[in-house]
């Protein structure tokens, strides 16, 4: 089963746009994980970010047979994550 990536993000940010970009840019490296964005502008997204606790903004969330494995804040570069996802 695919790990799940989630990142949470308010699109008007800059450490948060700086982090989608890095992901976005790094998609073929990250075909083997599902990435699911959550918006603070789309209404649909913020039970997620009240489901899943998130106190910062951006927050990537890694889960693994629908259980977190990682927790990561603030903007992380595609060999940190490569790596932290690679280790779990």
């Known amino acids: 089963m695919?790990?799940?990536l989630m990142l949470f993000l308010n699109p008007a940010g800059a450490p948060?746009?700086?982090q989608e970009q890095i992901i976005d840019l790094n998609k073929d490296l990250l075909k083997?994980?599902?990435i699911i964005k959550a918006k603070t502008t789309v209404p649909e997204d913020m039970?997620?970010?009240?489901d899943n606790g998130?106190?910062?903004l951006p927050c990537?969330?890694?889960?693994?047979?629908?259980?977190?494995?990682l927790r990561l804040g603030?903007?992380?570069?595609?060999?940190?994550?490569?790596?932290k996802l690679?280790?779990?």
């Open 2 to 4: 695919k790990k799940k």
């Open 16 to 18: 948060c746009k700086a």
């Open 32 to 34: 083997d994980v599902d």
């Open 47 to 50: 039970m997620l970010f009240v």
């Open 54 to 56: 998130i106190p910062y």
């Open 60 to 69: 990537i969330l890694v889960f693994e047979n629908d259980k977190e494995i």
């Open 74 to 83: 603030g903007v992380h570069q595609i060999g940190e994550l490569l790596e």
């Open 86 to 88: 690679g280790s779990k």
